[in-house]
Nanobody, 122 residues
Framework: QVQLVESGGGLVQAGSSLRLSCAAS????????MAWFRQAPGKEREFVGGISTNGDNTYYGDSVKGRFTCSRDNAKNTVYLQMNSLKPEDTAVYYC???????????????WGQGTQVTVSS
């Protein structure tokens, strides 16, 4: 098992950058592929990006390609989501999640963090 804690969210202006972190408060993140999802009010949870266990492979949703980057530091038991050129439509609660293989379906993920709010003003 692994327990996940996200941090780094906040209120920023359009065009700004933020870096989210997801740390394991219990368990070992290096055993899991990791992903980031987001959910805006009234919308379904959306796949943002994912990263393989060793960090060699990354995957992104179409809406964030070229702007967001997933990375991980297994020595620190932490994964990151670097978000650049933020847009108001990026406003959502962002969650990290752990699984065996990165897929875009939220139901395939076994462990979730509590989420961190990102708000982008225009």
């Amino acid at each position: 098992q692994v327990q996940l804690v996200e941090s780094g969210g906040g209120l920023v202006q359009a065009g700004s950058s933020l870096r989210l972190s997801c740390a394991a408060s219990a368990g070992t993140l290096s055993l899991y592929a990791m992903a980031w999802f987001r959910q805006a009010p009234g919308k379904e949870r959306e796949f943002v990006g994912g990263i393989s266990t060793n960090g060699d492979n990354t995957y992104y949703g179409d809406s964030v390609k070229g702007r967001f980057t997933c990375s991980r530091d297994n020595a620190k038991n932490t994964v990151y989501l670097q978000m650049n050129s933020l847009k108001p439509e990026d406003t959502a609660v962002y969650y990290c999640a752990a699984t065996i293989t990165v897929v875009e379906r939220p139901l395939e993920y076994d462990y979730w963090g509590q989420g961190t709010q990102v708000t982008v003003s225009s």
